[in-house]
């Protein structure tokens, strides 16, 4: 599993935002890695599935497309397969809501 993938979602995620493929994969400066990478895409999917094991909420919602501002498909497919239900949208605001910060929020 990438590390520096992971420390990037996880900072994002800890300041309630997003990140777009583009904006990570400048953020790693790593040679091989851009949004539509096989590499970038395997990794977040590693990320997402050990989260998940855990019982914990996939932390890759946070990586988004730049031109709609959600995951790519690959996400949903892959959230579908780890056992989420509903449509993408209902997908990427729960995943979000576990994952961003709680305070602040309503109990």
């Known amino acids: 599993m990438n590390r520096d993938i992971c420390n990037l979602v996880k900072r994002a995620a800890e300041r309630g935002q997003t990140v777009t493929y583009g904006q990570l994969c400048r953020r790693l400066g790593l040679p ?4 539509r990478s096989p590499r970038l895409h395997r990794d977040l999917e590693e ?4 989260a998940v094991r855990s019982g914990r ?3 890759c919602a946070v990586v988004v497309r730049g031109d709609t501002g959600r995951p790519g498909a ?3 497919r892959l959230a579908r397969k780890l ?4 449509s993408d949208a209902e997908i990427f605001r729960r995943e979000l809501l576990a994952i ?3 305070k602040g929020r309503n109990r």
């Open 100 to 102: 961003f910060p709680k």
């Open 32 to 35: 091989g890695y851009h949004p």
């Open 83 to 86: 056992g989420r239900r509903g």
């Open 47 to 50: 990320i997402c599935r050990a």
């Open 74 to 76: 690959g996400f949903f």
């Open 57 to 59: 909420p996939m932390p």
